[in-house]
């Protein structure tokens, strides 16, 4: 019997409450939480808090911990690290479990072409990384995102990002050159049509608009894009868009860079979502679930790509050896089995939140892959207003319960559970949601 989730003291509890003033008196201003969650230990799929409560973790530290809290063998590969030696700078000395590591990457990256790798800590260095590649190599200096995309908050990140205006505000002039389009985001198409009639007129569009009145497209030297756009509210695109956007920078000789900082590592039940879509990024983004936790970031790239002269980039701590060892753990336990349970888990739990749709008008979508999903609720099914303040109830009342989740876009509510979790977790994860849609349901109708 699993003796999570257990909520025994109101959260926030008597020390939780000290931290979180202790943490408001010091830490900057710019950190946004979404619920006072205090942790003080974690296994697998479980978190405890400093007051004794246990939470089941179906938000694994924003997508992160791909093994699970503190797995074993995890936390042995970053103990014989850290016995050994604690740094070295990868970028400027050797060894071996970097090389290891770059090599497994590049094996693992989809298309049999030759590939290289550079480290970095996260993943908005390693789409930093990915900015100055394509500029280096294309000499071209423009760029094409995503409207929704989230990419990070570096500069060069943060202007690639158009998730939430929030993220923007204030930071001004960001790089001129970014140029943003519509994602494929089915369930409310911004040019009002449906999939598979539409004929990805929003792949079209980029070429029909603006490579001919405003984008050059020999000045684009690369396309940002999330398979799955993640922070902008976990949204799959039609199977065939990804296809399509490749072939139409193939066509104008611009680079299709994948963000997979929070796709990638096996939670949709590939290793990288780009392989469930059927392309070969010219550049992949790795971070968040690559070493479980340590923070690693990794710039995956065509070999003919990536030959930048030494000293052009590097990082002082990017691919450490405690984050080497751990990433090639995980890797090891998604290989032998946690990537198949993302993919099995994925389904039932996707298939369990259509099963409570059927039961809850809040609920307008159910989408994802592996685990990886996002629940769009919704004033009115009709309208599609979103409902953005239930999901923060939602989320606020299921962390209450015990169950820890986050919310993205404007009214999603996302399930990323660490890959180890169990059919019983996705169980009780199911059965607080429903109760909690129950209550928040119940209140919009006393309101
Ligand atoms: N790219 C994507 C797709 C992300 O989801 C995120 C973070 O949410 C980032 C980049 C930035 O990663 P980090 O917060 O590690 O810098």
């Not at 923007?168 to 911004?190: M, W």
């Not at 820890?404 to 509510?413: M, R």
């Given at each position: 019997m699993r003796n999570y989730p257990e909520i025994t003291v109101a959260p926030p509890g008597p020390r939780a409450r000290e931290i979180v003033a202790r943490d408001a008196a010091h830490?900057?201003?710019s950190n946004g939480k979404q619920y006072p969650l205090v942790v003080a230990r974690g296994l697998g799929a479980m978190i405890e808090d400093v007051d004794g409560n246990r939470y089941l973790d179906f938000m694994a530290g924003i997508a992160v911990v791909t093994a699970g809290h503190s797995h074993p063998r995890v936390v042995a590969a970053v103990k014989r690290a850290v016995e050994s030696f604690q740094h070295i700078c990868g970028s400027d000395f050797y060894f071996e479990s970097f090389a290891e590591l770059a090599g497994r990457l590049c094996r693992l990256a989809p298309g049999d072409a030759p590939r290289r790798v550079a480290f970095g800590n996260s993943g908005t260095e390693a789409v930093e990384a990915a900015l100055k590649l394509a500029r280096h190599h294309t000499g071209r200096p423009r760029f094409l995102a995503f409207t929704g995309a989230f990419h990070g908050r570096t500069m060069g990140a943060l202007s690639l990002s158009?998730?939430?205006a929030k993220h923007r505000r204030g930071f001004a002039p960001l790089l001129p050159d970014v140029t943003h389009v519509p994602y494929a985001y089915c369930y409310r198409c911004p040019y009002g049509l449906e999939h598979p009639s539409c004929d990805l007129h929003c792949v079209d569009v980029i070429e029909e608009q603006h490579f001919a009145h405003e984008l050059p497209p020999e000045e684009v030297a690369a396309v940002f894009v999330e398979p799955i756009l993640g922070e902008g509210g976990y949204v799959p695109p039609p199977p065939d868009y990804h296809r399509r956007l490749k072939a139409l920078c193939e066509k104008y000789g611009i680079l299709y860079v994948a963000d997979e900082v929070q796709t990638g590592t096996g939670r949709t039940g590939r290793f990288f979502a780009s392989e469930g879509y059927g392309v070969e990024p010219d550049i992949v983004t790795l971070a968040k679930g690559l070493a479980s936790g340590l923070p690693i970031g990794a710039t995956i790239a065509r070999a003919d790509l990536m030959t930048w002269p030494p000293g052009s980039h590097g990082s002082t701590f990017g691919g450490n050896p405690l984050a080497c060892a751990a990433a090639l753990a995980t890797i090891e336990l998604l290989e032998q089995g946690l990537m198949a349970r993302a993919k099995d888990l994925g389904a039932v739990l996707l298939a369990g939140l259509r099963a409570l749709q059927e039961r809850h008008r809040l609920i307008g979508d159910v989408r994802g892959r592996g685990l990886m999903i996002g629940v769009e609720l919704v004033r009115e099914l009709e309208t599609k207003e979103p409902a953005a303040q239930e999901a923060e109830r939602v989320v606020r009342r299921s962390f209450e319960k015990g169950l820890l989740l986050l919310t993205c876009g404007e009214s999603v509510v996302r399930f990323a559970p660490p890959l180890v979790i169990e059919r019983e977790d996705v169980e009780r994860a199911l059965s607080i949601l429903d109760e909690v849609l129950t209550e928040v349901e119940a209140d919009g109708r006393r309101a």
């Amino acid at each position: 019997m699993r003796n999570y989730p257990e909520i025994t003291v109101a959260p926030p509890g008597p020390r939780a409450r000290e931290i979180v003033a202790r943490d408001a008196a010091h830490v900057s201003t710019s950190n946004g939480k979404q619920y006072p969650l205090v942790v003080a230990r974690g296994l697998g799929a479980m978190i405890e808090d400093v007051d004794g409560n246990r939470y089941l973790d179906f938000m694994a530290g924003i997508a992160v911990v791909t093994a699970g809290h503190s797995h074993p063998r995890v936390v042995a590969a970053v103990k014989r690290a850290v016995e050994s030696f604690q740094h070295i700078c990868g970028s400027d000395f050797y060894f071996e479990s970097f090389a290891e590591l770059a090599g497994r990457l590049c094996r693992l990256a989809p298309g049999d072409a030759p590939r290289r790798v550079a480290f970095g800590n996260s993943g908005t260095e390693a789409v930093e990384a990915a900015l100055k590649l394509a500029r280096h190599h294309t000499g071209r200096p423009r760029f094409l995102a995503f409207t929704g995309a989230f990419h990070g908050r570096t500069m060069g990140a943060l202007s690639l990002s158009a998730s939430k205006a929030k993220h923007r505000r204030g930071f001004a002039p960001l790089l001129p050159d970014v140029t943003h389009v519509p994602y494929a985001y089915c369930y409310r198409c911004p040019y009002g049509l449906e999939h598979p009639s539409c004929d990805l007129h929003c792949v079209d569009v980029i070429e029909e608009q603006h490579f001919a009145h405003e984008l050059p497209p020999e000045e684009v030297a690369a396309v940002f894009v999330e398979p799955i756009l993640g922070e902008g509210g976990y949204v799959p695109p039609p199977p065939d868009y990804h296809r399509r956007l490749k072939a139409l920078c193939e066509k104008y000789g611009i680079l299709y860079v994948a963000d997979e900082v929070q796709t990638g590592t096996g939670r949709t039940g590939r290793f990288f979502a780009s392989e469930g879509y059927g392309v070969e990024p010219d550049i992949v983004t790795l971070a968040k679930g690559l070493a479980s936790g340590l923070p690693i970031g990794a710039t995956i790239a065509r070999a003919d790509l990536m030959t930048w002269p030494p000293g052009s980039h590097g990082s002082t701590f990017g691919g450490n050896p405690l984050a080497c060892a751990a990433a090639l753990a995980t890797i090891e336990l998604l290989e032998q089995g946690l990537m198949a349970r993302a993919k099995d888990l994925g389904a039932v739990l996707l298939a369990g939140l259509r099963a409570l749709q059927e039961r809850h008008r809040l609920i307008g979508d159910v989408r994802g892959r592996g685990l990886m999903i996002g629940v769009e609720l919704v004033r009115e099914l009709e309208t599609k207003e979103p409902a953005a303040q239930e999901a923060e109830r939602v989320v606020r009342r299921s962390f209450e319960k015990g169950l820890l989740l986050l919310t993205c876009g404007e009214s999603v509510v996302r399930f990323a559970p660490p890959l180890v979790i169990e059919r019983e977790d996705v169980e009780r994860a199911l059965s607080i949601l429903d109760e909690v849609l129950t209550e928040v349901e119940a209140d919009g109708r006393r309101a």
